[in-house]
């Protein structure tokens, strides 16, 4: 049975909220207020989306505002995920996020336990999308021996010694380069260390490395427990960044002091508008009897929506988020409680209107397989990709 929604609020007016509401007002035409305590009220109109000024640390304003609306999307920094879900559990109001904190979500589970709503953190790209990519892939098999997932939001032209520009929330990537990281090793589920388990690769010829990062899998170790010998998650960026970071958190020590360290990335590294997103899966297991392999890779680049120009990163983030909440619309998720993301088919989630900006993993449309290659190996020199590979 369908689910009747009226208007939507969209809690952060930053790039990644204000592309969730361009894009729910583009593609479903529904009544959006976008809110945040900073937001610009004489920036270009638009019909379908309305702008607020709102302290979310204002209780009393903040229950007004969700209880108004019949959906609510936190955009907001992870540490604020836990308080705005409180709220809308009491109100009854459905939730969703894109909080990559695994705390946050278990307390959010907590309050999913009695909610008559529906709460659904972790809705972007990583996690969300990429826990229904891997989720699909182990139902593909008889017995998975091991699943690997690989996320970057890369800038295509960054030139510092970083080899890396600011794509998304500087809090967001401090946070999963610190806190620990869940993984599933000879079918036990393990904390392992950001920033560890380092591995090179090419992708079409070019050259990549990636490394653990922390809650990229959402749920979905607890949910194969059992079902998957290995399992693992690690960020994609340009060879030489871990490094460079490695030496920042743990030779000096900047990871005691987070702080310092937002100020220091902050002033230091520019934000960039000129990037590419990476999604690559890998299963392999047990299939009738036979060992086999497969894989789906896209590459995601930018474009316009609405009259406005957006990058990979917030296309794919907002389009993770938005499909998911056109699957609660027209009834293809539980009405209430906790939904983890590995619970959406992955086939559903494509068939939706947004569900065009992941064609890449549709099987037959991905690209050039991916090696992987042991630390320490040689690998291609870099190159930019000179097209996009997805319609935007």
């Known amino acids: 049975m369908k689910v009747e929604i009226k208007n939507v609020l969209v809690l952060g007016a930053g790039k990644i909220g204000s592309t969730i509401a361009a894009m729910i007002a583009q593609y479903h ?3 959006v207020t976008l809110a945040d305590q900073k937001i610009d009220l004489a920036s270009k109109r638009d019909e379908l989306i309305a702008r607020k000024v ?17 959906v609510v999307i936190n955009a907001l920094p992870f540490f604020l995920a836990q308080p705005v879900a409180a709220e809308a559990a009491r109100r009854g109001v459905h ?6 904190d695994v705390a946050a979500t278990a307390a959010i589970r907590a309050l999913a336990a009695t909610a008559t709503s529906v709460l659904m953190p972790q809705s972007g790209l990583a996690p969300g999308l990429i826990g229904m990519l891997g989720g699909h892939l182990a139902a593909r098999f008889d017995e998975v021996y091991d699943l690997r997932l690989r996320v970057g939001a890369l800038s295509r032209n960054a030139t510092n010694s970083l080899r890396y520009n600011f794509t998304w929330s500087i809090d967001g990537v401090i946070n999963e380069y610190c806190n620990p990281c869940d993984a599933i090793v000879n079918g036990q589920v393990v904390s392992v260390q950001p920033m560890e388990g380092h591995e090179t690769f090419t992708l079409d010829a070019e050259a990549f490395e990636a490394f653990n990062t922390s809650g990229g899998l959402g749920t979905l170790c607890e949910t194969l ?3 998957v010998r290995n399992l693992d998650y690690k960020t994609i960026r340009y060879p030489g960044h871990r490094d460079a970071m490695n030496f920042l958190l743990h030779d000096l020590r900047l990871i005691e002091r987070r702080d310092l360290l937002r100020q220091v990335l902050e002033h230091a590294v520019p934000h960039s508008r000129e990037d590419v ?12 009897g036979r060992f086999e392999q497969e894989t789906r890779v896209a590459r995601v680049f930018g474009g316009p929506l609405r009259g406005e120009e957006r990058t990979a990163i917030e296309l794919t983030t907002a389009a993770g988020v938005v499909g998911v909440f056109e699957l609660l619309r027209e009834g293809k998720l539980p009405r209430a409680g906790f939904v983890g993301q590995e619970q959406v088919p992955l086939e559903a989630f494509l068939q939706t209107r947004v569900g065009h900006y992941y064609n890449g993993l549709l099987p037959g449309n991905h690209n050039a397989p991916l090696s992987v290659n042991p630390p320490g190996s040689a690998t291609p020199s870099p190159r930019h990709p000179s097209a996009p590979v997805l319609p935007c």
């Open 29 to 31: 035409a529904l009544p």
């Open 54 to 70: 709102l302290d979310v640390n204002d209780a009393r304003a903040l229950g007004e505002a969700i209880g108004a609306h019949g």
């Open 95 to 100: 939730y969703f996020d894109l909080t990559e």
């Open 225 to 227: 427990k059992g079902k």
């Open 277 to 288: 997103v990476i999604v690559f899966a890998s299963a392999s297991g047990l299939r009738g």
